[in-house]
């Protein structure tokens, strides 16, 4: 990624991450909540083309927003009886949540600013980093590889059998 | 001005707090796993983040996400299978209307 240019597409996609996450939590048409959504994985994938990270950023814009988001739209439809604009959407807990929350974020930045990270930068990796994540897939990961499949399979077959009708 | 690892993990920290503020206030239980699905992204990011900046000879942090990702799609098939189960028999999403093992 050209440097010039990467800060500020870095503190755009913060941006669009930030305001749209925040909608996603806090409007009440949970259909809207859903478009929002897509646009925050969208920007999360520009994140991960800001870090050389295009593979990540591919199977991010096909699998959360290509499959992840048409199913909550899906779950949505489905449900819309009840996911009314007049319905309230949030409960009774949202003063304490807000405090445990802007706790915990204000917990985590102390932390990562007097943190002291054990950067190497003098061997970046530039340009396709999808054939080596493949060799590594099926080498040093395979065993991994082989039991998320299964994984994939058990969910497959259990979201059939929770969904199906009797 | 340079972009590091801190600003990237900053930016995780806060979308994982919006993803916690979600899950502990939303109502719809769709709305949950969107709000869940909003905290495997910031975990993501931080993931990607320090590959790039601590480990960038492996790609053992951006294999990582990949699993994560993976799970997370498992996660979202299953939740949302139960979510539509609990619909049919209750006629209602709002987790807190839904307290059939609650004693």
Not at chain 2, 27 to 35: D, E, F, H, Q
Request: aromatic share 12%; hydrophobic share 60%.
């Amino acid at each position: 990624m050209d440097s010039a240019i990467a800060p500020y597409l870095f503190y755009l996609f913060s941006f669009m991450i930030v305001v749209s996450g925040l909608l996603v939590v806090t409007l009440r048409d949970i259909f809207h909540c859903a478009l929002f959504l897509i646009i925050c994985l969208f920007s999360v994938a520009g994140v991960y083309v800001l870090l050389g990270a295009d593979f990540i950023a591919a199977v991010q814009v096909l699998l959360y927003v290509g499959a992840i988001a048409v199913l909550m739209i899906f779950a949505i439809m489905l449900t819309a009886k009840v996911s009314g604009i007049g319905i309230k959407q949030q409960n009774e807990q949202v003063p304490i949540a807000i405090i445990t929350t802007v706790a915990f974020v204000a917990i985590a930045l102390y932390g990562l600013g007097k943190t002291i990270w054990n950067i190497k930068t003098d061997a970046v990796i530039s340009g396709d980093t999808t054939m080596a994540i493949g060799k590594l897939l099926m080498t040093t990961y395979v065993v991994p590889f082989e039991i998320v499949s299964v994984v994939l399979l058990a969910a497959l077959i259990g979201a059939i059998v929770i969904a199906r009708r009797n | 001005m340079e972009i590091s690892l801190t600003h990237y993990l900053a930016l995780a920290a806060v979308l994982f707090g919006i993803g916690l503020f979600g899950v502990l206030t939303r109502r719809n239980a769709v709305g949950i796993l969107m709000s869940i699905e909003l905290m495997f992204n910031a975990v993501n990011i931080n993931l990607v983040a320090f590959n790039r900046y601590v480990t960038p000879a492996d790609f053992s942090g951006q294999i990582f996400s990949i699993f994560v990702i993976v799970v997370a799609a498992a996660e979202a098939t299953v939740g949302l299978a139960i979510v539509l189960l609990i619909y049919r028999n209750f006629r209602d999403i709002f987790v807190d209307n839904i307290n059939l093992m609650k004693w």
